[in-house]
């Protein structure tokens, strides 16, 4: 997503990603790695539970959501939901689905 950071905005579409991580450490994350959109914080999990990315308890990863993300429309409508298992190709599967939103 960083990457393709540009053709997000040139899109008119805003990116953010979120963890359960708490706002210093997500500026510290963001600051870290050139993020160039903002990182909210959910260290309640409220948001993680209504997205669907709270991962089981059994799970070895309980205490990280799930990766996953969603196009929302500007109307606030989830138009498509990922389960990102391939990071690196994810930005351009979302901005083909973008791209056809628009049409």
Same mark, same amino acid.
């Given at each position: 997503?960083?990457?393709?950071?540009?053709?997000?905005?040139?899109?008119?579409?805003?990116?953010?990603?979120?963890?359960?991580?708490?706002?210093?450490?997500?500026?510290?994350?963001?600051?870290?790695? !050139?993020?160039?959109?903002?990182?909210?914080? /959910?260290? @309640?999990?409220?948001? $993680?539970? &209504?997205? #669907?990315?709270?991962? +089981?308890?059994?799970?070895?990863?309980?205490?990280?959501?799930?990766?996953?993300?969603?196009?929302?429309?500007? !109307?606030?409508?989830?138009?498509?939901?990922? /389960?990102? @298992?391939?990071?690196? $190709?994810? &930005?351009? #599967?979302?901005?083909? +689905?973008?791209?056809?939103?628009?049409?």
């Amino acid at each position: 997503m960083r990457d393709q950071a540009q053709k997000f905005a040139d899109a008119g579409c805003a990116v953010y990603g979120i963890s359960f991580d708490s706002p210093a450490d997500n500026g510290q994350f963001r600051t870290s790695n !050139d993020f160039p959109f903002s990182l909210l914080s /959910d260290e @309640s999990k409220e948001v $993680g539970a &209504a997205y #669907e990315a709270i991962r +089981d308890a059994d799970d070895p990863f309980a205490n990280f959501p799930k990766r996953v993300s969603y196009l929302i429309d500007a !109307d606030g409508a989830i138009r498509k939901s990922y /389960d990102v @298992s391939d990071p690196a $190709g994810h &930005a351009g #599967e979302v901005l083909a +689905d973008l791209e056809a939103l628009l049409r």
